[in-house]
């Protein structure tokens, strides 16, 4: 599977992205998509899951209430809607896939879990 992200930029506290991330090389609704964030000298931090329906999604409480992440297993796409961001919301966006939504029987948060990535897009946020 490859994966690439795009829909990064340059937005003021307040504003909203809207992030995509295009599945290639095998369909897209076999995998559960997750974004990370990677933000300069931090590690990569865990932003959100969903499945392979979507009707299952878990969010960072860093971005919980401010962001939505969903599918178009149509077009092999998953998004995620940023909004009311933020200047700590600045990173490097990394969408992710896995073939199960959990691990075992939690949530994976951590990038090793993770078996596809993308090249990342950079938001950044200006005050």
């Known amino acids: 599977v490859q994966l690439q992200a795009s829909g990064g930029g340059v937005v003021q506290a307040g504003g909203s992205l809207r992030l995509s991330c295009a599945a290639s090389?095998?369909?897209?609704?076999?995998?559960?998509m997750g974004w990370f964030r990677q933000a300069p000298g931090k590690e990569r931090e865990f932003v959100a899951i969903?499945?392979?329906?979507?009707?299952?999604?878990y969010y960072s409480q860093s971005v919980l209430g401010r962001s939505t992440i969903s599918r178009d297993n149509a077009k092999n796409t998953v998004y995620l809607q940023m909004n009311n961001l933020e200047p700590e919301d600045t990173a490097v966006y990394y969408c992710a896939g896995r073939r199960s939504f959990y691990s075992g029987t939690v949530i994976p948060t951590r990038a090793h879990e993770y078996e596809y990535w993308g090249q990342g897009t950079q938001v950044t946020v200006s005050s």
């Open positions: 090389g095998r369909t897209s609704s076999t995998i559960a």
């Open positions: 969903i499945n392979q329906s979507g009707a299952s999604i």
